[in-house]
């Protein structure tokens, strides 16, 4: 009998669990910007939901989360010190999100990769409530109570995070603008076309390449129109012969994978303002290419 208690206990936590895991992935991926260090917080959060006194606790997936954020708070703020010494601009983790656009969200707010790239200059904590109240509609006291802190502090950490992504980023375009500025950017890039990628860079553009030390990637970020523009015709001859480009749906967004010899080199991205492409991030290195190596084409 005990036994068989134990064993429906444990199926109920498991069903419970699994009920919960997306959203558990989407908290823990947007606080770290890797879906990697996200997936072992899930795995975390499991053993300890496992070794929990569950017959206290009535919400399951609150309890979930909770540990699930407090974990990849921990992580993050060790992850920042990492990233310190990252060889070259480390850019967030992509992930493929044509199967779920939201990633376990209320809303898509804070999946985009510029988001994630500009929430990196936040400290965990006002990373965590801002992600918690714009992705997941979390109350303000709900979010406080995870955090430890009060509600009060929590609306001033959430207000913290919406001023510095204003201060960073004009106003976005829409999904099918978005595609139609990177259609543009792509055939300018891949014929060295000076005249036409002057045209759809915005003023102050920056191009971003993660190749994490990688031979061939760029080590710090080219900026201004003039210079990406020139950066881009420099290279086009070295870069684009013989590959194939695809189109992918990158954390929400249309990009780009750039294939040669049937395998996957670069994700391209871009970051569109009314102003033109002001961010354009160059995803190359092979650990973070690895969602896209066998996603389907258009």
């Known amino acids: 009998m005990h036994a068989g208690a134990d064993t429906d206990s444990l199926d109920q936590a498991a069903r419970n669990f699994l009920a919960a895991r997306p959203q558990l992935f989407g908290v823990a991926y947007r606080l770290l910007g890797s879906a990697v260090e996200a997936e072992d917080v899930v795995q975390e959060a499991w053993l300890r939901w496992q070794n929990a006194d569950r017959t206290r606790i009535v919400e399951p997936t609150a309890f979930l989360t909770t540990v699930t954020t407090r974990l990849a708070i921990n992580l993050a703020q060790s992850a920042r010190m990492r990233r310190e010494s990252y060889v070259g601009p480390w850019l967030p983790e992509p992930i493929d999100t044509s199967a779920d656009p939201q990633v376990g969200a209320e809303r898509v707010d804070a999946l985009e990769l510029a988001v994630l790239f500009l929430l990196e200059k936040l400290n965990p904590m006002e990373r965590a409530a801002y992600v918690l109240r714009e992705a997941f509609d979390y109350p303000y006291a709900r979010i406080a109570d995870i955090l430890q802190t009060s509600a009060a502090n929590t609306r001033q950490l959430v207000s913290r995070g919406r001023r510095h992504l204003a201060a960073e980023r004009r106003e976005r375009v829409g999904t099918t603008e978005h595609r139609r500025f990177l259609e543009v950017f792509l055939a300018a890039a891949r014929k060295g076309d000076l005249a036409a990628l002057e045209n759809v860079l ?14 061939g990637a760029s080590r710090i970020p080219v900026v201004g129109r003039s210079h990406v523009s020139k950066y881009l015709a420099a290279f086009a001859p070295r870069f684009w012969p013989g590959t194939e480009v695809r189109w992918v749906e990158a954390n929400a967004r249309p990009a780009v994978v750039v ?6 080199v670069a994700l391209l991205s871009v970051d569109v303002s009314v102003e033109g492409i002001d961010r354009i991030m160059w995803m ?5 290419l690895s969602p896209f190596m066998a996603s389907p084409g258009d």
Do not use: H, L, N
């Open 259 to 264: 294939s040669s010899g049937g395998k996957a």
């Open 284 to 288: 190359m290195s092979p650990a973070k």
């Open 202 to 215: 915005a003023a102050d553009v920056v191009s971003y390449t993660d190749g994490a030390g990688m031979r």
